[in-house]
């Protein structure tokens, strides 16, 4: 068996990809934190599970969050 001299970090995220996730999943499960970091809805509501189609559904809804809150 081979070896490498490697650092490994661990980090949790909120969101469970699977091994095999591609770059589309990655991408999405991004915008889904950038969503609820900018929304503060990470703060406000961090059990919430808001499930998006599409990473356009995503930008629609954060601008208007955003919008909303600071009114």
Do not use: K, N
Not at 11 to 38: C, K, N, P, Y
Not at 48 to 66: E, G, K, L
């Amino acid at each position: 068996m081979e070896t490498i001299d490697a650092e490994v970090t661990e980090l949790r995220a909120r969101w469970h990809l699977h091994a095999d996730a591609d770059l589309i999943e990655l991408i999405h499960a991004e915008q889904q934190q950038i969503f609820m970091v900018s929304s503060g809805l990470d703060r406000a509501r961090p059990t919430v599970c808001i499930d998006f189609r599409s990473t356009a559904a995503i930008r629609r809804s954060s601008s208007r969050t955003v919008a909303t809150l600071r009114t």
